[in-house]
């Protein structure tokens, strides 16, 4: 069981910045990866930005060159800067941390997929 404790998010004018926070905690395991997912009002969660275990980023082209995706050493702590921002940005940003192990299962292996409770960003034009 891994608990996922978002901050950050916020209300603020078109071109501004914002800096979310995640931080896991509890029996986390196995290989993983942690990313930052959107809801827009009356869309879709799709996928801002991720980072792998070993530090290697994927961005949204909507987020490439505007958005950082960052995690804190070995910590299993990630952070999202967010420069530039647009009304379309706006939407409720959660957390997400996938995880891998191995299983003495048909497959060899299992997948373990957690979400926080999401932090709402309102950017105004």
């Known amino acids: 069981q891994v608990q996922l404790v978002e901050s950050g998010g916020g209300l603020v004018q078109l071109g501004g910045s914002l800096r979310l926070s995640c931080a896991a905690s509890?029996?986390?395991?196995?290989?993983?990866?942690m990313g930052w997912y959107r809801q827009s009002p009356g869309g879709q969660r799709e996928l801002v930005a991720e980072?792998?275990?070993?530090?290697?980023?994927n961005y949204a082209d909507s987020a490439e060159g505007r958005f950082t995706i960052s995690k804190d050493g070995a910590k299993e702590t990630i952070h999202l800067q967010m420069n530039n921002l647009k009304p379309e940005d706006t939407g409720i940003y959660y957390c997400?941390?996938?995880?891998?192990?191995?299983?003495?299962?048909?497959?060899?292996?299992?997948?373990?997929?957690?979400w926080g409770q999401g932090t709402q960003v309102t950017v105004s034009s």
């Open positions: 997400r941390y996938g995880a891998v192990v191995p299983s003495p299962g048909p497959s060899g292996i299992r997948k373990f997929e957690y």
């Open positions: 509890g029996s986390t395991f196995g290989v993983y990866n």
């Open positions: 980072i792998t275990q070993g530090g290697i980023p």
